[in-house]
Structures are given as C-alpha cells and as structure tokens.
C-alpha cells in the first residue's frame, strides 16, 4: 500500500522505537576478564612517616606504579579516599598536595577499602608504608583475605631505624586551684641524653621558660609546669633528630575567669565549698543569704542545712534562672516538703518526698554517662541518709540509687539550668553519704561548673591525634595547617584547631609511632609467605553494558536519511 511504500513513516516510527527502548533503559551483559588496569595505591600517612624522607619515597615510589585508571587511599586512623577511578595527572595532583599525619595508620581497613574499589573489575593494590606501627588488624591477614579473591597485593617498605628523642604522654590536673600539666619524654637512643625543655604562650612557642631533663637510654623520664593560665601554651623539646612532630606539644587552657559563682549557706565547714574554692580560675563569693540582685552571677550555689529559702529569694532565684542563670540546689533537711515553698518545690528537678535513714546504706548507679560523672566511681559511694525524690517530667537524671530514687538531676527552667544535689555534704555523725571523703568529689565539682558554664571538660579541650568527632553543624573549622567547612573532623595534625569557638590542642602522644627504631623486615617477610593466591575467584566478571549510545547514534543517522529523502523530493 502507499502507507507502506513511504519511506519517511518508516523511518519515523523506527526512530520511535528506538526512542521506546531508549527510554525503558535495556542494556545487555557480557562476561569480560578482570583487567587489573585498576591500580589502588595505599599511601600511609602516619605520624612515623614523617621521619626522614620514609613519605617522599613513598610517594616516589607510587609513581611508579599509576597506571591508566588509579585511586588512591591515605591510610590514616580511618581511611580517607582521597581519588577514585582517577587519571595518570589527576593521580600526580594528589600526589603534590598530600602530606603525612600525625596518627596511626590503620593499613587493614585501607585494604579492605580497596578490596570494595576493585570488587567488580580486579586490578591491584599497592600498599606503601614503613609497616612499623597501625591499629585494627593485621595487615598480612588483610593482604592474604585480597588475593584469596584474586587481587594482586604488594606490600612495599619504605624507611630504615632512626633515633628519636619524644614527648609520648601528657595530662592536666587542677592541683589546688591552679591547673598543672605532666609531660613524659622518652629516649629512643642507645645512650643517654639530657633534653632541653623550652615552653612559651601562645602557639608561636616563643620561649618564656626552658630547663633540662636527663632523659635515660631506651626509657622515660616527667617533668610538671604549674600555674597554667587561660590560653595555649607550647612545649618543645630542643633535639636533632629524625621526628619532629613529637617534639612539640599544645596545652588549652579554656577560659573561665568570666565564671563568678555565689554560695549561700548557713554551715561554715562544707566540702562543696572546699571544691569549689579549688576550681582554677573562677571567682567565689559566699554568703550567709542572697544578694538583692544575681545578674553578675554566672552560677548559684545554694547549700542551705537547716534553714529554708524563702519565698522571696525562691522567686528572685526562679527570675535568675530563666534569665539565663545557673542554680545548683544540694539536698539537706531545707528542701524537706514541710520546710520548702511552693515555688521552689516547682523549681526543683525532683520532688522531694522527705528526709529518710538506710541503715544498710543504699547502693548508687549512674543513669545516664556524662562528662560530668565520668570520673565518679559510684560502686565506692554509699548512702545513709538521703532525700527521698521522684524524678519530674522532663528532668534527665545522671545518678540514682538502685532503687531508683534520684540523686544526681537538672532541666532547663527558661534559658538556664537547675541542677539538684541529692548528695549531701554534711560532716561527722550526721553525713548523709561518704561521696565528699572520695578523691573524685573535688574533679565532679569542677566538671560541674565547667558544664553549667558551657565551658565543657578541659578534656575536650586537649586531644590526641587520630580522635573523630561530630559536629553539630556544618562549620568553618581552622587546623594548624589550613581552613576548611565540614560537619565532622579527624585531628591529623598536631597543634591548635579552632572549632566552634574553642581553641583545641591536639598531641601525639603514641609511644609506638614515635619509635623510630622499629625494623619491620618480620612483616615483610610474613607477607611473601604463600604469596601465590588462592583464587577463589573467577578471572572474568558479568560487565553491564547500556545501549543507549548505541541508541543515539543510529537516531542520528536515521534523521540524516529523513533529511536527505525530503530533501531529494523537493520539500525542503
């Protein structure tokens, strides 16, 4: 028929097939060998690696082996995929902008990760490193799991033994109202060495102090700085040798001298006033009642034994509070039911029931981990006398005796904190609990008012490298080395970070990696052991192969032939 006979319909509703089947996404498989074009290179950027030149080899070395498709992965606490599928220049871009940590590599799951890169085409991995250190497995384990599926797995050393003189520990205690910082510095040498400590302010380390320590062969040796004041200071270590990344060390110090705390009571001799007056840096007022105004308070304290609080303070503490203010109320016999106001038995977390005796004692357990209890050892504490107490709604309760009766709770009342005390601090016959006769009493007090402070504790201030936090938000966060935007952060470098407004001071502090003396030629050779794999494998892969490109080209050719037949009958 003439319908038939035209050849433009044809063409027409071909091009409308085609265009179907684009649509629908067909593709077809074929099975296709394992190319091993793949290169994964693992480049290990540990703090060991900054000895010497062991990381320029390294990454000499993986030169060498790119190839036409490349990734590659920096071994560090976790592993970082710094190019997937990359080309031979976009692989040499990376390699001129990496650059060595100053944690610990963990080389297993790096290899792991490269096991999934290649899980489809094969390929090889290439593992660089001087093997003297890494957390999680064991590499070799890793490396044999690899060629059991029929990768190819080299394991390439790089380094030699070195000397190394380094700063592998340190902490800060508050000692007496003053923060004191201990530092331990090792000598890796054979013979032994005295050190010259230097510390200064700031992150500069400008030198404001330097002494000596004789530091033995092969061991350890502390030293202490007193008196630290808000603000950083840093350490260095006046050596020659092959690690410079643990010759230095950071100290935060958060600034409290903003923190002015009021504590009211009618009893003289309290261990909660002792602590207080211990916490570095903040400045303590006490007083029989409350003042007329609280605004200049950053924290209240109120320890009354015998004597109730009245209505009128209630109201000024409540206004305070949701005000922004903080009050921490301790348990005594003024917030029994028949003593306390209505206004405050509102304001408090808990409802006291009453004032009652265990002989037996009570035994407690922590509720809820906090900063604020994580040095209570609460298998040591035992309760004999306590405010009996049931948890409000929307109060968080952090100690608790087994019972369940509350002992350690807050809520927000407004834009401030109310934090109740159920351990009383009462002295001789009358002590409700042994809590203030522990060592820990004095740090939960300054855990305390580091927390209602929002200051947080001078812990998260001062972290070793390799520590993986969260962050709130998305936020623009300074490293030592350079400025970026992320919501989560890896500490790989040693010094001063700044991050949602506090100034962190991230150290070494890793025994293992600052031993430069380490000869991995063991591992080496456990790795070579059956190094012939057992494929368990096959050499080809199903290849998923889309047509739609196929599909193009021939549409295209197709509307050439139309334009073409209409041309030739005149109509164009």
Known sequence: TKVVRDPLFLIQLLMLILLSIGAAGYYYTSEEPLSGEHTVLVLDTSASMQVDSRFEDAVRIADGYVSKKNSIILASNIPQLALEGGSASATEDIFNKVKPG???????????????????????????????????????????????????VNFIKVGKPAENIGIINGWIEAVDGEYGYTGVVKNYRSESKTVEIM????????????????VPAGGTNQFKLANLGPGTTTISLNVDDSLDVDNKAYISIPDTSGQHILYVTDNGK??????????????????????????????????????????????????????????????????????TEVGLVKLLPVKPLGVEEAENGLKVKETLKSSITEDMKSEEISVRRYMNATERTGSTTLVATESGIPLL???????????????????????????????????????????????????????????????????????????????SLLYDEVGIYEVSGKRIAVNMYDDRESNTTVDSSELISRSLENDEPKTMKSETYTARNEITNYLIGILFLLMLLEILIVRGRGEL
């Open 199 to 214: 510390t200064g302010r700031g992150t500069s380390g400008n030198a404001s102090k330097s002494f000596t320590l004789d």
């Open 270 to 339: 309290l261990p909660s006033k002792t602590a207080l007056s211990l916490v570095p840096n903040i400045d303590l007022e006490i007083r029989k009642s409350l003042p007329s105004a609280l605004d200049s308070y950053t924290l209240v304290v109120l320890a009354q034994k015998q004597n109730p609080i009245a209505n009128s303070s209630v109201d000024k503490i409540e206004t305070y509070v949701r005000n922004g203010g903080n009050a921490v109320f301790i348990a005594s016999e003024a917030l029994s039911p028949e003593k």
């Open 409 to 487: 709770s807050y809520w927000q009342t407004g834009k401030g904190t109310v934090f109740y005390m159920g351990l009383n601090d009462e002295l001789g016959d009358g002590a409700w609990n042994n809590f203030h006769n522990l060592p820990e009493y004095p740090v939960f007090w300054i855990k305390l008012v580091e927390w209602l402070g929002g200051i947080g504790d001078i812990s998260e201030y001062n972290l070793e490298a390799g520590t993986v936090t969260s962050l709130s938000k998305t936020e623009e966060i300074r490293t030592p080395s350079k400025t970026l935007t992320a919501n």
């Open 102 to 152: 100053a944690g610990t590599a963990d080389l297993s799951a790096a290899v792991t990760t490269g096991m999934r890169l290649l899980s489809e085409e094969g390929g090889r991995i290439i593992v660089i490193s001087d093997f003297t250190n890494w957390v999680g497995d064991d590499p070799v384990a890793s490396k044999n799991l690899a060629e059991s599926y029929g990768l190819k």
